[in-house]
């Protein structure tokens, strides 16, 4: 059992639960999309792109399920992954055997995940069947459904209904069985397209047409969970509730076999209700050996009034022991948070920055007024202020979370992994009070678990192989935030092995790459960045399938960012994820060049003072230097820099900001410092280009643009 | 529904809709589709090391927009800076960006026939740019592809990269 230290960081004992809602969202978006791609996916014509999305989407769910400890969710996903792993590399060829039953464990992940939500009630769906159909088909067998037309995956069993519930526990879970006639219409079409519906609401249940004795009538059965009021409601998209009549249909025939769930107990609206007004609900189904809890309790079906009268009384109670089902999983996630589009986000951001701007114009337009005749008015004024101000601080912390929210993930994950793979890891956090957008946030937190399972898995060593190499036996990964040069930069760090030049290049060669030996290390670094590019030796269920970095490098790109890696063979590795400062929030020092402000990035200025004339000293070609402290440092003329023109020539610059980046120092020469902000930081490039030595743009108070400086950019600049 | 069938009409017919403005003496068209709004002129915030007819940057509700002012573009005599003074913005393929003009005259909508080709002339607007002379009564309107004309590389306002 490895050791994991959490030197700094929030410490060990994170309650991971926090993040499960997360989890549950991605998975279902990712388990979503795709189910959506493997519909549309061409048998025939099947392209990379396609195979190897289907293939990230089960990936990341296997990695979040292993990271939260679901592992009956990680176990399945990791089965599809590997079937679709072969599809991808073209093992083997994908046909509707395999579509129909990677769709099912979708489904059967789905219900999977739906339960841990519900807090592990309920019964466990087995999967063996399908990761057993999965195996076959891998290995280039048909592995058919046992019971081929199931519109949902049923047990080979012909046995004790409770493991009937497997891929579908919604379905057994107080279902009703309903006979809806819709009608009469005047084009019965429209009755069809309640079909649809089923087929569209995940969790609604299963619907067969059925013949009618009447040409203007349409006749449905229906297994479903919902109440009739729902039904109702949603039928009438499609037709008005007069036309509906929904009636409880006659116990269920003998072809069903998988319910025989109720069958067993009397008559199944009975049976659902009694068991749904005891009050722990859930709990008895669960043990459930048999049918005795029915059997052995005679007063069931007459408590509720018995027969098939009951189902009214039913409703209310019905939804309660569902709770594990989609459907009452779904309330959850509604009241805790809502996901919205960041671009409303943003809208919303850059509505209040008008607002605040109109607000600040209706202040100054009304300071000359007398306080005696426009008393209300002023005070509306300012009320307006006060929340308006209060508005801005709302809306702008809808964006910005710190990274600790991202890093605390880390440390239960990298103990289990580490212990998973018998290796010794110390997990250090740095800089996680940085700030971030939270869009960003969302979008790094996948990459970062992928580099920091590499790093664990394929950078640490074994503890007998550290010592060997005379190193500690445990290893230390570290996972940093910091703001540099305009940019926010995550690194991932290990001391591990580092990578392999000759490794990655042998791989390079075998898959037909174009490489050669006199490629530089960072060129060849990129190489692992290639779709299916993986050295491990073995495939483990943590890594080595080489998709991970492809994923790593294609979200960072979306977010316009970069990744570089740095690494010595021996050593260890870092990796560098390089986000720029869009949207993001920087404190900045807001300085006065001539009738112009620029902004610096706080975080890089070291001190600022006047300066006398005789201070600056120039060397060679008229560089200046200025002694600080028995230290001498080049001085930039910001005046000169951004050639801003001078009208007041009585004014100079004679203040001075030193300022870091890069390692160096240098001065700034300005003319007057205006204070200390928060800044929205805006690209200047989404409709113009890069300026030099500017970093992005912000929108100060009054409404005008101001340049935010890139320092790092001066810093090198002072060095040619 | 109106306003889908003029459109199908304007697209049976091949008339299109042009905004007007002057810059000087002369009067420019430009597809009207390619404009966003119309605002008034508010001095930008400078840029270094652009173009002196690129103005600077201007918020537009939190958006930053580079202004390019088509009178130093074109050589006009003068530019002056007044009440009167209309900036276009432009919505072209995605970039927002804002021009400088005189005035804003109206919309009008011509057919094809009322569309002459260009001749050739040494012009400060690449030749490319001017899509043909719309003849309006004895009005002469330059028709201009605003589009590529602010993308072409000596508008600067694409990085070389892009």
Known sequence: ?720 | MGAMEKIDDQISSGAREYLTFRLDQEEYGIDILKVQEIRGYEPPTRVANAPDFLKGVVNLRGTIVPIVDMRLKFNCEKAEYNAFTVVIILNLRSRIVGIVVDSVSDVMELPPESIKPAPDIDSVIDSGSVVGLGSLGDRMLILVDIERLMSAPDMGLVSDSD
Not at chain 1, 616 to 629: A, D
Request: overall charge negative; aromatic content about 4%; hydrophobic content about 40%.
């Open chain 1, 1 to 720: 059992m490895a050791e994991t230290h959490h030197e700094s960081g929030p410490g060990g004992d994170i309650d991971l639960s926090q993040f499960y809602q997360i989890f549950f969202e991605e998975a279902g978006e990712n388990l979503d999309l795709m189910e959506q791609m493997l519909l549309n996916l061409q048998l025939e014509t099947a392209d990379d792109e396609e195979l190897n999305g289907i293939f990230r989407c089960a990936h990341s769910v296997k990695g979040g399920a292993a990271t939260f400890g679901f592992t009956d969710v990680a176990e399945l996903t990791h089965k599809m992954e590997s079937l679709l792993d072969r599809l991808r590399r073209h093992e083997l060829q994908p046909n509707a055997a395999m579509v129909d039953v990677l769709l099912e464990s979708a489904d059967a992940s789905r219900s999977l995940l739906a339960r841990h939500q519900g807090g592990d009630e309920g019964e466990v769906p087995s999967t063996a069947d399908l990761v057993r159909r999965i195996t076959e088909l891998e290995s280039g067998g048909s592995g058919v459904a046992p019971i081929a037309a199931a519109p949902v995956a049923q047990p080979p069993v012909t046995a004790p209904a409770p493991i009937a519930v497997q891929v579908a526990p919604t379905i057994a879970d107080g279902v009703r069985r309903l006979e809806i006639r819709v009608g009469p219409l005047e084009r019965p079409e429209q009755a069809d397209a309640i079909q649809e519906l089923f087929r569209d609401i995940p969790g609604l249940g299963d619907i067969k047409s059925l013949s009618s004795d009447r040409k203007d009538t349409r006749v449905f059965a229906v297994e479903t969970t919902s109440t009739d009021e729902d039904l109702l409601d949603l039928f009438a998209f499609h037709v008005s509730k007069e036309h509906i009549a929904i009636k409880e249909s006659d116990p269920p025939s003998v072809k069903e076999q998988g319910y025989g769930f109720f069958d067993g107990a009397a008559g199944s609206p009975v049976a659902a209700t009694s068991y749904a007004d005891d009050p722990p609900p859930g709990a008895p189904l669960a043990p459930l050996p048999g049918y005795g809890f029915f059997d052995g309790s005679p007063g069931a079906p007459g408590s509720s009034g018995g027969g098939a009268a009951a189902p009214s009384e039913v409703r209310p109670a019905a939804k309660v022991p569902v709770k594990a089902s989609p459907a009452g999983a779904a309330a959850q996630p509604e009241a805790a948070t809502i996901r919205v589009a960041i671009s409303k986000v943003d809208q919303l951001i850059n509505l209040v920055g008008e607002l605040v701007i109109t607000q600040a114009m209706l202040a100054q337009n009304s300071r000359a007024l007398d306080p005696a005749v426009y008393q209300q008015l002023l005070t509306g004024l300012a009320d307006l202020d006060r929340n308006t101000r209060d508005l801005q601080e709302s809306v702008m912390s809808i964006r910005m979370i710190p990274m600790s929210i991202v890093f605390s993930r880390f440390p239960r994950m990298l103990r289990d992994l580490a212990g998973k793979l018998g290796k010794k890891v110390d997990f250090v956090t740095q800089g996680e009070a940085t700030e971030l957008d939270k869009g960003l946030v969302e979008k790094i937190t996948d990459p970062l678990t992928h580099l920091v399972r590499n790093s664990c898995d394929h950078g640490v060593e074994m503890p007998a192989e550290r010592l060997a190499a005379g190193k500690s036996e445990t290893g230390t990964i570290t996972l940093s935030a910091s703001h540099q040069g305009g940019s926010i930069v995550i690194e991932v760090r290990d001391d591990g092995r580092g990578l392999s030049r000759e490794k990655i290049l042998n791989k390079a060669r075998e898959r037909g790459l174009d490489v050669s030996d006199q490629m530089s290390d960072a060129d060849v670094w990129q190489l692992i960045f290639a779709p299916g590019f993986s050295t491990a030796a073995v495939v483990t269920d943590v890594s080595g399938r080489g998709v991970g970095m492809d994923v790593v490098k294609r979200n960072i790109a979306a977010l316009n960012g970069t990744v570089e890696i740095d690494s010595a063979e021996g050593y260890g590795m870092k990796v560098s994820v390089r986000l720029p400062l869009t949207l993001a929030i920087m404190d900045g020092m807001s300085v006065g060049v001539g009738d112009e402000v620029y902004i610096l990035p706080l975080s890089s200025v070291v001190e600022s003072f006047q300066v006398k004339a005789d201070a600056v000293s120039t060397v060679g070609q008229g560089s200046q230097l200025v002694k600080v402290r028995d230290e001498y440092m080049p001085v930039i003329e910001l005046e000169k820099v951004f050639q801003v023109p001078r009208y007041d020539t009585e004014k100079s610059s004679d203040i001075m900001v030193v300022v870091e980046a890069d390692g160096s120092r240098v001065v700034l020469l300005v003319d007057e410092l205006l204070g200390q902000q928060q800044v929205v930081v805006k690209n200047l490039e989404s409709n113009y280009k890069k300026v030099p030595n500017v970093s992005g743009a912000t929108i100060l108070g009054d409404g005008k643009v101001a340049l935010i400086l890139d320092t790092g950019a001066l810093v090198r600049r002072s060095r040619h």
